[in-house]
């Protein structure tokens, strides 16, 4: 998994994207959910200290409502 950085925080997500290595290039950003067994670790322990730009590696599995859920979130 690569690294992404956190674009933006809401009350139940994350938005990621990848560093953006071309200025010219257009990179995705992908909405991650959080919830009560998401595990949060590294740097920073609970969601409400994660911070914008901070490096992540977020693993995530797929609801059957098409949101992704973050199963463990690494803070470098």
């Keep these: 998994m690569k690294f992404h950085f956190i674009y933006d925080i809401t009350e139940s997500s ?5 560093p953006a290595t071309d200025p010219e290039a257009s990179y995705p950003i992908y909405e991650v959910f ?3 067994s ?4 590294g740097a920073v322990n609970t969601f409400n200290e994660l ?7 977020v693993w995530v599995n ?3 409502d098409g949101k992704e859920v973050a199963e463990k ?3 470098y």
């Design 14 to 18: 994350i938005h990621i994207a990848p």
């Design 34 to 36: 959080i919830n009560d």
């Design 38 to 41: 998401t595990v949060i670790e």
């Design 51 to 57: 911070t914008l730009e901070d490096n992540v590696k």
């Design 62 to 64: 797929q609801k059957g």
């Design 73 to 75: 979130i690494v803070v």
